[in-house]
């Protein structure tokens, strides 16, 4: 018997597993699929790297930085700083019609950015950083209130507030158009206080060096080793069941696979109210340059962009929303030289049951058809960068259903977060997006804060 399966080896499930095998405790990870990271993840295509999910690690902190997320899950996995190698994003913009705000990991950019193109709203938004819920409150009731209801009892100007909205919900949020002020809170502070950051080769250093220690810490990796059913008898997990019969027992449980699709898996019914899943996902486009994006004058780290005199953060009606998105370039960040090839990122918000309706052959001339039109609003934004295209991907939410198991492919979750990481079974906890930590330091801190709460304390 082990002393905890954890089921999935993303993010959340990989910094639980290391933290509980640190302890001596006996852990086995389950990994559906053929490779670990889960949402954050990448895949070989045409001998080429993609990565998928990270355009930027948020609360990025300089080398020796004692205080703060990411300083604190280094201590908590015993990881050294240099072992991801990261670096520090060059500059990023938020574009709406008449107005662009410029930041980067220096909060006085963007202060001097809203005074500039706001005048008299940059003392709000002092104020508004005054507010802000520290990390431990998250869960607590007191921030689990709209967003939006605080952020303008604070900041009167509109489309200000939609500026900031922006990046925030397109990092974090799971449900249209609002959000709640604790995780509004620690996705403010990781994007504009803290700031971005990358590790120098991609998403796959922090997976490989997650892995590596955790294996090298004594815990069990099964890849290609999906769950079936959780076996709830009397209250509690007995067992799992793999999808090719196998049977293996913990005296816990530990899901990253989502709250709904936990509680589906379980034998017994376990969810006394079930939630709605999340109406959020994305498609994203895929450009690999024959130069690097800053020879053609592009050398911000990403841009997020609104088109129209409202941010409308929902599903949209059409397979993909062109109003507003996301470009990401992974070359623009500050390398003392870029690794690899030039590449474009953009990420443009989807329906995830248009896409799923579509057969075999509709949904490959989607992707065609949607990759032109992203491209096209792309350059009105950057530098157009269509003529040096030499290669091209894109996913959509039937990607991130296929590869994550995520119900509607919605990357983050379910619209209702279950803080405290327990749910109706004794000893089954969830981490993760649906326990109310979002990105890839969020989620594991997600992991460590379910094992030392519920896990070590025996």
Not at 44 to 66: I, M, S, Y
């Amino acid at each position: 018997m082990y002393d905890t399966i954890i089921i999935g080896a993303g993010m959340s499930g990989l910094a639980a597993g290391i933290r509980l095998a640190h302890f001596d405790r006996r852990v086995c990870i389950l990994e559906r699929h053929y490779a670990v990271g889960g949402l954050n993840s990448f895949y070989r295509q045409r001998g080429r790297l993609f990565d998928v999910g990270l355009h930027a690690l948020t609360n990025f902190t300089p080398k020796g930085t004692r205080r703060g997320p990411l300083a604190h899950l280094l201590r908590q996995l015993r990881v050294a700083w240099d072992e991801w190698a990261l670096v520090p994003q060059r500059g990023s913009a938020i574009a709406f019609p008449g107005v662009t705000l410029e930041f980067s990991n220096h909060f006085e950019q963007f202060a001097a950015s809203v005074a500039r193109h706001f005048p008299g709203q940059e003392p709000k938004l002092r104020r508004l950083v005054d507010t802000l819920a520290t990390y431990e409150q998250l869960g607590e009731q007191a921030v689990c209130e709209s967003a939006r209801r605080v952020v303008a009892s604070i900041i009167d100007e509109p489309l200000l507030r939609e500026m900031i909205f922006c990046p925030v919900l397109f990092y974090g949020g799971a449900r249209e158009h609002d959000i709640d002020f604790g995780q509004f809170s620690v996705l403010f502070r990781s994007i504009f206080l803290e700031g971005l950051g990358r590790p120098t080769a991609g998403v796959r250093v922090i997976l490989k060096k997650l892995a590596e220690r955790f294996q090298a810490l004594g815990g069990e990796l099964r890849l290609r080793a999906g769950v079936q059913r959780i076996a709830v008898e009397d209250g509690r997990v007995h067992h799992v069941e793999l999808e090719d019969g196998t049977e293996l027992s913990a005296r816990n449980v530990v899901s990253s696979a989502g709250w709904r699709e936990t509680m589906r898996m379980c034998s017994a019914p376990a969810d006394p109210a079930p939630v709605e899943p999340g109406p959020i996902s994305f498609v994203e486009a895929i450009s690999v340059l024959d130069t690097q994006p800053a020879s053609l004058g592009y050398d911000r780290t990403m841009v997020f962009f609104n088109e129209t005199d409202s941010f409308e953060y929902r599903q949209p009606e059409d397979l993909v929303d062109l109003r507003s998105g996301l470009i990401c370039s992974p070359s623009n960040f500050l390398y003392a030289e870029p690794p690899g090839e030039g590449m474009v990122r953009i990420s443009a918000l989807a329906n995830f049951r248009r896409w799923a309706a579509l057969d075999p052959d509709r949904y490959r001339l989607e992707k065609l058809r949607w990759y032109d039109r992203l491209a096209e609003v792309a350059a009105r934004h950057v530098p157009d960068f269509r003529s040096q295209v030499i290669d091209t991907d894109m996913f959509t939410p039937t990607t991130i259903r296929r590869f994550t198991g995520r119900d509607q492919g919605a990357v983050y979750g379910a619209p209702t977060k279950h803080y405290d990481g327990r749910t109706p079974v004794e000893n089954l906890y969830i981490c993760g997006t649906d326990q109310g930590m979002v990105g890839i330091v969020g989620t594991l801190i997600s992991g460590i804060a379910i094992a030392n709460r519920y896990l070590l304390r025996n």
